[in-house]
């Protein structure tokens, strides 16, 4: 813990003294331009991919990047309920949808239930992607575990942009193209990010050359 608070004071020093400014235009409102939902896992931070500064990005975390599918619940839906704030309260520009390599979300659809037996809520959290893992298994019953990986972290990626227009507010939206829809696979060993092309069905590199 020394670590974050010597962090927070260095940040008050430092990082906030240099853009004082776009702070203080912050301090009673916000306007980002995309909401951005990605892992929780501690290695993908979503400022630092994109280059982004505060107010930018509406950030929704969860294991393994899902999107439920849209429903009014008694439950306290927690992604749910920032993807209706960041649309309908903040108007938010673009969704993207970032999963990434190596992702421990994707990788635990394909655990025994006794690897599972002290996660019970991640279980059921994961319930929701199984379609994902039912369709490598049935589409690529012979890929091996590299490629397995890799097939199960970008399909859940498309999964999960089909659930975003499950949402009646976003499908109007998408429709009448005042929002747009991303899907992005970062690769946590190069740092490249791919961006999935809805005409090709592929994720291509985001580069200079591509824009």
């Known amino acids: 813990m020394e670590k974050l ?7 008050r020093e430092t990082s906030f003294e240099k853009r004082k400014d776009l702070f203080k235009s912050l301090d009673r409102e916000q306007k980002p331009h995309t909401l951005f939902i990605g892992c929780s896992d501690s290695r993908v931070v979503p400022g630092l991919i994109t280059k982004s500064m505060p107010g930018d990005l509406f950030v929704v975390r969860n294991i393994a ?5 849209y429903r009014i619940s008694n ?8 993807i209706e704030y960041a649309v309908n309260a903040l ?3 673009n969704i993207v949808v970032c999963g990434h390599s190596n992702c421990g979300g994707c990788a635990a659809l394909y655990f025994e239930e006794h690897e599972l037996a002290q996660l019970p809520n991640v279980a059921h959290w994961l ?3 199984q379609s994902v893992k039912n369709e490598v298994l049935l589409k690529h019953p012979d890929a091996d575990p590299v490629r397995r990986e890799w097939l199960t972290e970008q399909i859940n990626i498309v999964k999960q942009m089909a659930n975003l227009l499950s949402y009646p507010y976003i499908r109007k939206k998408y ?15 190069t740092g490249e990010v791919y961006n999935f092309n809805l005409e090709t069905g592929e994720f291509e590199l985001i580069s200079l050359e591509a824009k």
Do not use: C
């Open 5 to 11: 608070f010597n962090g927070a004071i260095q940040f």
């Open 175 to 189: 429709d009448e193209g005042t929002i747009k829809l991303f899907g992005w696979y970062y690769m946590i060993g």
């Open 91 to 93: 108007h938010v520009e």
């Open 75 to 82: 439950e306290y839906a927690s992604t749910t309920s920032a």
């Open 65 to 69: 990047n899902i999107v439920p599918s």
């Open 127 to 129: 319930e929701q992607a």
